[in-house]
C-alpha cells in the first residue's frame, strides 16, 4: 500500500460516505490504499459527538429514563415534558441519574455512521463528518 502521511479532503469524504452506507475499515481501506489502523485512527480521533433525541423525544442518556418517575426537577415553567424521562434539562439534574451508551460504539466502527437504530436512540451519538475534519 501506498503510504501518505495525512488523508486527503477526499478521502475523508470518501470515509465518511462509506460508513454511512455501513462499509467495514478494512474495505474502506482498500479502497483507499491506506492501512485499516489509518482508517480505525482517523474515525477514532476525528468523531463529533452530538446529544440528539430520537424521534419525539428529546435528547436523555440516563439509564433510568424508561422507569424514572422524578418530576420537573428543572423547575423551569416552560419544562414541556414535566416528567423528567422526556425532558432535555431535568435528567441532569437528578440523583439517580446513570449514563448510558451504546454498546455498539464500543467496537468498529466506533460511530453510528450507518447505523439504522440512530434515529431511535436518544443518547449521545459518536458521528463521522469527513468533509468538516481540519
Known sequence: MTKYKYLSKNERITIEEELNKGVSFKKIALRLSRNNSTISREVKNYSTVKRLGAIGLPFNNCANRHNCEEYRLCKKE????????????????????????????????????GCNKQKKMSFRKFIYIGHKVL
Open 78 to 113: 416552560d419544562c414541556i415534558r414535566q416528567t423528567c424521562k422526556g425532558c432535555k434539562f431535568c435528567f441532569r439534574l437528578c440523583s439517580n441519574f446513570k449514563r448510558e451508551n451504546c454498546e455498539k460504539l464500543d467496537s468498529p466502527p466506533y460511530v453510528c455512521n
